[in-house]
């Protein structure tokens, strides 16, 4: 069964760096497109990124945009999320999610259980 | 802020029906850019219940059922039950990025 498991979350002080990892099984991971979606304490989901089948692009929420890096690794069915610079608001639980196409731009159609990153 | 509007709540007794709309705009929805929709209970990832509109996954009940009507989209949730009490998303694209709606809670009373 499709499976997504994401690791790496913890504290942080304000201006370092996390790195998140996300391991993918169940399916042929390099047929399709991942998502990263935070979820602040008590409030809604906020999608942040998105890689494409191939690693050859990546989008990002504005918010993030040139502080996280997200990149995957197809021979170990692996996405990661390399935040820099963090701020207390950028504080959430992290999931990775699959698209149900190639690029990106379909459904979110299986979650991981998320990863709570705390930055203070 | 999002792009797409929900209303914070809905409530409804059993056996109800109950819709939550996700407005959207031109950029988006009104593009023609399919919505998704998504349960979440508290302390879990959310589930894709509503792909591409009106389409439900395989497990999915069939009191689920959604729809479009110009620039915005509708779940309805029919015959509500207790296990119902979720919040629910809506999700599209919009500029080239996926964006999420603002969340509605459906309380079950």
């Known amino acids: 069964q499709v499976q997504l498991v994401e690791s790496g979350g913890g504290v942080v002080q304000p201006g370092r760096s996390l790195r998140l990892s996300c391991t993918a099984s169940?399916?042929?991971?390099?047929?399709?497109?991942i998502h990263w979606v935070r979820q602040a304490p008590g409030k809604g989901l906020e999608w942040v990124a998105v890689i494409w089948y191939d690693g050859s692009e990546q989008s990002y929420v504005e918010s993030v945009r040139g502080r996280f890096t997200v990149s995957r690794d197809n021979s170990k069915n692996t996405v990661d999320l390399l935040m820099n610079s963090l701020r207390v608001e950028d504080t959430a639980i992290y999931y990775c999610?699959?698209?149900?196409?190639?690029?990106?731009?379909?459904?979110?159609?299986?979650w991981g259980h998320g990863n709570l990153v705390t930055v203070s | 802020q999002s792009v797409l509007t929900q209303p914070p709540s809905v409530s409804g007794a059993p056996g109800q029906r109950v819709t939550i709309s996700c407005t959207g705009e031109s950029t988006n929805i009104g593009a023609g850019y399919d919505v998704h929709w998504y349960q979440q209970f508290p302390g879990t990832a959310p589930k894709l219940i509503i792909f591409?509109?009106?389409n439900r996954p395989l497990g999915v009940p069939d009191r689920f059922s959604g729809s479009k009507s110009g620039t915005s989209a509708s779940l309805a949730i029919s015959g509500l039950q207790a296990e119902d009490e979720a919040d629910y998303y809506c999700?599209?694209?919009?500029?080239?990025?996926?964006?999420f709606g603002t969340g509605t809670r459906v309380t079950v009373l």
């Open positions: 999700q599209s694209y919009d500029n080239s990025l996926t964006v």
């Open positions: 591409t509109f009106t």
């Open positions: 999610a699959r698209d149900s196409g190639f690029y990106g731009a379909g459904t979110l159609d299986y």
């Open positions: 169940g399916f042929t991971f390099e047929n399709f497109g």
